[in-house]
């Protein structure tokens, strides 16, 4: 069941990821552009023209008033992400190599579980 957030801007979908309404944009899209690249709300309307400024701003509002979650879903995904490219790389390697690189793996899930108090092994 979606529900709708943020005034008319931002809604969870069944799985609770916040979109913004109407554009079919991840408000996550727009918070890795605002923290990893440092663009301003006005610089993230210009790159992306199909979002109102107030809609940057919605995204950017839900995003500080949910920020721990958030935070642990984008280094989550960033965990999956580095874990899906190492696993390419070392499968054209060494079966030795893959297992250190899963136990290492395995022990930043850990980490991260343990900071987030999560229970989930994967997104």
């Known amino acids: 069941m979606a529900m709708t957030v943020s005034k008319e801007y931002i809604t ?11 554009a079919n944009t991840k408000v996550i899209e727009v918070v890795r552009d605002h923290i990893h690249l440092g663009s ?12 109102s400024l107030a ?5 950017l509002s ?7 979650r958030l935070d642990a879903d984008m280094e ?11 696993r ?5 390697y060494d079966d030795d190599l893959l297992a ?6 395995r022990s930043g899930w850990r980490d991260l579980r343990a900071r987030t ?3 989930d092994r994967a997104v």
């Open 76 to 86: 989550r995904h960033l965990l999956l992400d580095r874990a899906t490219e190492l």
């Open 117 to 119: 108090g999560s229970q």
């Open 12 to 22: 969870l979908d069944e799985k609770g990821v916040a979109w913004i309404e109407g």
């Open 40 to 51: 301003s709300p006005a610089e993230i309307h210009y790159q992306h023209p199909h979002l």
């Open 88 to 92: 390419r790389v070392l499968l054209t």
């Open 62 to 68: 839900y995003y500080y008033g949910n920020q721990a």
């Open 55 to 59: 809609q940057v701003h919605a995204a």
């Open 100 to 105: 250190i690189a899963s136990a290492r793996l």
